[in-house]
């Protein structure tokens, strides 16, 4: 059972967490053990509102008001004016605390750099800038090739990075989280062999992730005369990837194929029958590869259903 002087202490953390000063009156030891409860709990939920990781996770995901933004971030000794970029940092592996110590020892909040854990895949990293332009881009690229590289090598765990534009204040945080999930989504619609995908670098898949499933269904019905394919099997796959890899280059996409030229030839014009189109003319291959893109983007949508 708990004793008076227990729940006198807590009253105590309470009133200095807080300021609010309270006077609680428990005649029996169960009513003293109910009254702790309550004030564990309460102070416990004041904490977390008040801790930094909960305030920025709030901010990203647009759970907090304007005008309690500032209020906020100077009780926490956060600096509203200092400039950021956000670094979204995606897993297949579950987040764990080895994973989250591995990122602070990295950046480490001395530097005003913030790592927030989003959910099981997903960690923010907040962290300061003060170039511009072109130079901010390249610290950037060099800051998500960092977190790939050491986090492959240190927790043997396969990252993705997306990352937004340059945050002016923290009332920014909740757009520039929308940006780097897109950017993300984008990624792993389209892009799956890119590591890194910056907001502004979206491609052709930002273009067509815009474009309606039924507009979609069309074009592939034109290219693929009327029919509408879920997937072309994995080795015309692999050979219009690598194709466009080698730059429609016949002779190279075949070495690295261990192919020989007339089987990649035959697979050409297998191609060819189905589409009317010819890989290596440049027009033909632009429709092919927009082809692949929206059948990728297809099969997400079908598979959520």
Known sequence: MASRNELEKAIKELTKATGLHMQITAETPEETEYALMQVKQLLGAYK??????????????????????????????????TKRVLFLIETKNVVDDLFIELLKNMFPSQGKNYVVKMDHHRVVLLGPTEETGDTRYAESMSIAHMIVDTVGAEAMSSV??????????LSDALECYRDAMMSMR??????????IMPYDR????????????????????????GELPEQLDEEMQLTISKFFQYNLNIAETSRQLHMHRNT?????????????LDIRV???????????????????LREKK
């Open 48 to 81: 977390e509102k008040f801790d930094k990781n909960y305030f920025l996770r709030s901010l990203m995901l647009g759970r907090l008001q304007t005008t309690e933004i500032d209020a906020y971030a100077k009780k926490l000794h956060i600096s509203n004016e």
């Open 160 to 169: 993705h990075v997306s990352f937004s534009r340059e945050m002016n204040e």
């Open 186 to 195: 984008i990624r792993n619609i389209f892009y799956s062999e890119q590591l």
């Open 202 to 225: 979206l491609g052709t898949g930002g273009l067509l992730i815009q474009v309606p499933q039924n507009n979609c269904e069309e074009f592939l019905r034109e290219v693929f005369r």
């Open 264 to 276: 990649l030839i035959y697979r050409i014009e297998q191609l060819e029958k189905k589409t009317g």
């Open 282 to 300: 440049f027009e033909d291959a632009c429709v092919i590869r927009i082809a692949m893109m929206a059948m990728n983007y297809l099969n997400v």
